[in-house]
């Protein structure tokens, strides 16, 4: 039986977030394990940095191929999970208006959550946050219908 300590788990939940519960290398889903990217018996670190999660096959690979650190980095840094799920460019003319429902009443947001909600918007449509202004703002049921209790939520550049 192995001293070694177990990962701890709320690191072992921030790599599988990390990764979106795929593995860095390859996407799979399945027989997902945390491997070190410097390895245990020189480091005996379970630290989030020196950890990656790969499914059975790359994690076998990994050692049997001898990756190097770097390469376990750049899977890490890079997660496959997300490149292939990134949104492609966005012109400036698909930047001009974004649409969103949101799961509560524009009055019950206080002001820190509507600082967060804009600051977040202008991060994934990369635009200034001065370039952002609400052009309107109502309940869902006045736009669409009732959906559930969602406010309806329209964002757009100047």
Same mark, same amino acid.
């Given at each position: 039986m192995s001293?070694?300590? =177990?990962?701890p788990r709320d690191v +072992?939940?921030? #790599? #599988?977030f990390e990764c979106r519960y795929r593995c860095a290398c390859d996407c799979e889903p399945? !027989? #997902? +394990? =945390?491997?070190?990217?410097?390895?245990w018996c020189e480091t005996k670190d379970h630290s989030f940095a020196n950890l990656i999660v790969l499914c059975a096959n790359c994690h076998?690979? !990994?050692h049997a191929? =001898?990756? !190097? +650190? !770097?390469? #376990?980095?750049r899977f890490? +840094?890079?997660?496959c999970a997300l490149e292939r799920d990134r949104m492609p460019p966005m012109s400036p003319e698909q930047k001009v208006m974004i649409d969103m429902i949101l799961g509560r009443e524009p009055n019950m947001l206080n002001e820190r959550q509507r600082q967060q909600l804009v600051y977040r918007l202008a991060a994934v449509v990369d635009i200034q946050v001065g370039a952002m202004r609400v052009v309107d703002l109502a309940p869902s049921h006045q736009l669409f219908g009732s959906i559930g209790n969602a406010t309806y939520c329209r964002r757009t550049s100047n």
């Open positions: 001293d070694r300590p =177990k990962i +072992e939940l921030d #790599l #599988l399945v !027989s #997902l +394990e =945390k491997a070190h990217i410097i390895r076998t690979r !990994s191929d =001898k990756w !190097s +650190e !770097s390469q #376990l980095r890490k +840094e890079n997660p």
